[in-house]
T-cell receptor
Framework: DTGVSQDPRHKITKRGQNVTFRCDPI?????LYWYRQTLGQGPEFLTY????????KSRLLSDRFSAERPKGSFSTLEIQRTEQGDSAMYLC?????????????FGSGTRLTVV | AQKVTQAQTEISVVEKEDVTLDCVYE???????LFWYKQPPSGELVFLIR??????QNEISGRYSWNFQKSTSSFNFTITASQVVDSAVYFC????????????FGKGITLSVRP
């Protein structure tokens, strides 16, 4: 069990470019979550998957954001036409379907800077 | 939205002092879970403790203890004999049962423990 892995750890991009982040959950976890954390704030829920199904999306997830989890394993989060306001830490977490309230395992996050 | 409020923003203590971190949550649910997470400078969210809404028994785990009071919707966390390594941002969070298992976080409390 190597925990939740996120790649890359850091990403600097120019405004208007597209970026994609990857999350590899703990292998036996069928739930996967994405959160965004801006400076001085707590993480905010973006979306989550149970297996390959995306079951909920936050209103924070604008049309420029898309997340996928093909085959119910790893997940990708893509941001198109990045804006400076997208600069944040993007956190991935996973849990089992019995993980309701049993504590998630978070990855180390991907820090995005849009210049 | 049902909020989690951490009224304290920054706390500074001298090593070996006890420190209590406050958390107040809103809920319309009868079943929910509460958490405390620690985020050291490295950025990873580290799970500390969880309680479910049916169990108000307060416990001690090593140097950590928590006080859960449904009557006041509070879930306070105490570190006894603080150490420099306890310096981090601490987040209180709540989750929901059912299909919606997202976490709602407070804004966090920055704890600095001075030698």
């Amino acid at each position: 069990d190597t925990g939740v892995s996120q790649d890359p750890r850091h990403k600097i991009t120019k405004r208007g470019q597209n970026v994609t982040f990857r999350c590899d959950p703990i292998s036996e976890h069928n739930r996967l979550y994405w959160y965004r954390q801006t400076l001085g704030q707590g993480p905010e829920f973006l979306t989550y998957f149970q297996n390959e199904a995306q079951l909920e999306k936050s209103r924070l997830l604008s049309d420029r954001f898309s997340a996928e989890r093909p085959k119910g394993s790893f997940s990708t989060l893509e941001i198109q036409r990045t804006e400076q306001g997208d600069s944040a830490m993007y956190l991935c977490a996973s849990s089992t379907h019995r993980g309701l309230g049993y504590g998630y395992t978070f990855g180390s996050g991907t820090r995005l800077t849009v210049v | 939205a049902q909020k989690v409020t951490q009224a304290q923003t920054e706390i500074s203590v001298v090593e070996k002092e006890d420190v209590t971190l406050d958390c107040v949550y809103e809920t319309r649910d009868t079943t929910y879970y509460l958490f405390w997470y620690k985020q050291p400078p490295s950025g990873e969210l580290v799970f500390l403790i969880r309680r479910n809404s049916f169990d108000e028994q307060n416990e001690i785990s090593g140097r950590y203890s928590w006080n859960f009071q449904k009557s006041t919707s509070s879930f306070n966390f105490t570190i006894t004999a603080s150490q420099v390594v306890d310096s981090a941002v601490y987040f209180c969070a709540r989750s929901y049962t059912g299909a919606n298992s997202k976490l709602t976080f407070g804004k966090g409390i920055t704890l600095s423990v001075r030698p």
